[in-house]
């Protein structure tokens, strides 16, 4: 690819140029941002060759775009490129819900949907900014596409080659499976460790317990230092699917209140087990990459 453009230079946007760029696999990154700080950074640590403040500017020089902001920034951004987009210009993004994304690229990039790629890579951190992209980020990590059906097969190609290259596994699923599958195992947790340490920090004597808080309570709240702006957005793109999660998690709450109130130690293990059980499963899968 000769120039891609990055729409949103933070850890995502940062960490695929960085990587496209060890791979060999683009001539020329230019960055459009929000932050003027944030887009100096980038030019210092080499993660964009050059910085353009007119996102149509940039497009109009692009051979891929790659949306990389919060997804509630990407309606004007699609609406500001659609009358210069080159027509063989590929439109991707890195959106955490997929949905919203699809409909935006319909509603907003009519004329360009045979090139227009949803992709979302699973891998991240609870850092942001350019300064927090790293090239070996996706590396044996996997990436979702949700093509639509107007995609068209080279442009599907083109986006899996470019993942592949920064050294993820690519898989395909339709943008309703997405979103179902992400709000239970990546938005649902966000949501409920945000809840969590805003409840503690609420308390009269939070500083004391805050004290004594170790590293149990770091592994499961880490998520909650994460960027606020992204997991509103992220949060209101995929209500309805989100809202089903949290009515689940609610109901095996109020199970396992019912049990601890009843002192019923033997279903108390017995739920105990099975999730300690699928978890040690799953970390092993995860540990080998699958
Ligand atoms: N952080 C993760 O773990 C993770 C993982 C996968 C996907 N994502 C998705 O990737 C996207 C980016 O997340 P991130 O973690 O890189 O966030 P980030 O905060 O590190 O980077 C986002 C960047 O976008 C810039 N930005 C915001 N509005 C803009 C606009 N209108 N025009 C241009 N730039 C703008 C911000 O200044 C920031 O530098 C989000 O859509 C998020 O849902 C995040
Ligand atoms: O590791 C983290 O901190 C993350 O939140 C990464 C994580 C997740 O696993 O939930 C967050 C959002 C994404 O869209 C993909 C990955």
Redesign the pocket.
């Known amino acids: 690819m000769g120039t891609l453009v990055v ?9 695929l140029a960085l990587a496209a760029r060890h791979a060999g696999r683009v001539g020329r990154v230019i960055g ?4 003027p700080a ?2 100096q950074r ?1 030019l210092e640590l080499g993660v964009v060759d050059e910085v353009s403040h007119d ?1 149509a500017e940039a497009c109009a020089r692009a051979d891929m775009v790659l ?8 309606a ?2 699609m609406r500001a490129m659609a009358p210069v987009l080159p027509a063989h210009t590929i439109v991707t ?5 997929k949905g919203d994304v699809a409909a935006l690229m319909r509603a907003c990039l009519p004329a360009q949907l045979a090139h227009c790629v949803p992709a ?11 300064a ?2 790293q090239y070996g980020l996706y590396q044996n990590r996997k990436v979702v596409l949700t093509p639509l059906p107007e995609t068209a097969a080279a442009a599907v190609e083109a986006v899996r080659t470019l993942w592949q290259a920064c050294g993820a596994s690519v898989h395909e699923m339709s943008a309703a499976e997405h979103d179902s599958v992400f709000a239970s195992v990546s938005h649902l947790p966000h949501v409920l460790a945000f809840a969590f340490v805003d409840m503690i920090a609420a308390h009269p004597d939070a500083a004391r317990r805050f004290d004594f808080a170790a590293t149990g309570f770091r592994d499961f709240t880490r998520i909650a230092g ?2 606020p ?3 509103r ?2 949060a209101l793109a995929n209500r309805d699917a989100l809202l089903a999660e949290l009515a689940d998690y609610q109901a095996q709450l109020a199970t396992l209140e019912a049990l601890i109130a009843s002192a019923d130690a033997d279903a108390m293990q017995q739920l105990f087990e099975r999730a300690r059980h699928a978890r040690l499963a799953w970390h092993q899968r995860f540990v080998r990459g699958n």
């Open positions: 729409a949103g230079v933070g850890l995502i946007g940062g960490s459009v941002g929000r932050s944030n887009m980038a996102i949306l990389a902001t919060p997804v509630g920034q990407m004007a951004l993004d890195a959106g955490s819900t979302h890579p699973i891998a991240g951190s609870d850092l942001s900014g350019a927090a992209a994460s960027h702006e992204m997991w957005d992220i």
